[in-house]
T-cell receptor
């Protein structure tokens, strides 16, 4: 079963613009992770945010976590063509023995 | 640091045939995962090993899928017999310290069952 659901399913923006993707989940978690998948480099870990954290930054990435709303957002600033990929959130559900459960992903296309 | 290695990268078989995938995790990583990813979906965990013991295989179709991790290092996932719905990418990942830390993925094996 899918714990996380990304929104939107697909997003197309111009290079240089910011991209925001959202993830909602259903049960209590220990942490939430974002991954990127493209044909060239496969599935790559981007950032991990723990349940007691509200915001985290890594380069052009900014992740927020709202445990009261069971949601997270990933912001990519100043997008580049190389950011074209699918982005997945993954959560470890506390009541599922911390099994990592993945959403279906947001497909991001950066237009030159 | 070498990444997660998988082979083969591509495999085409007919239904009812058998197939095996191999994975070598990052050196020192105790946790190893096998995922199935169907086109347009997120990865689905098939089995998780901690060293050479199984932690979670609740979503592994045990009538046709099997996996082992001898000596707690590399691992093999087998499908016998394959069905059309097994067509997917099979991803292997490893983690230094389990689910609460980041996972490192191999390039995957794209399986097509005809």
């Amino acid at each position: 079963s899918q714990q996380g659901e990304e929104d939107p399913q697909a997003l197309s923006i111009q290079e240089g613009e910011n991209a925001t993707m959202n993830c909602s989940y259903k049960t209590s978690i220990n942490n939430l992770q974002w991954y990127r998948q493209n044909s060239g480099r496969g599935l790559v870990h981007l950032i991990l945010i723990r349940s007691n954290e509200r915001e985290k930054h890594s380069g052009r990435l900014r992740v927020t976590l709202d445990t009261s709303k069971k949601s997270s957002s990933l912001l990519i600033t100043a997008s580049r063509a190389a950011d074209t990929a699918s982005y997945f959130c993954a959560t470890d559900a506390i009541d599922s023995n911390y099994q990592l459960i993945w959403g279906a992903g947001t497909k991001l296309i950066i237009k030159p | 640091e070498a990444g997660v290695a998988q082979s083969p990268r591509y495999k085409i078989i007919e239904k009812r045939q058998s197939v095996a995938f191999w994975c070598n995790p990052i050196s020192g990583h105790a946790t190893l995962y096998w995922y199935q990813q169907i086109l347009g979906q997120g990865p689905k965990l098939l089995i998780q090993f901690q060293n050479n013991g199984v932690v979670d295989d609740s979503q592994l179709p045990k009538d046709r899928f099997s996996a082992e991790r001898l000596k707690g290092v590399d691992s093999t996932l087998k499908i016998q017999p394959a069905k059309l719905e097994d067509s997917a990418v099979y991803l292997c990942a490893s983690s230094a310290r389990g689910n609460t830390y980041e996972q490192y993925f191999g390039p995957g094996t794209r399986l097509t069952v005809t």
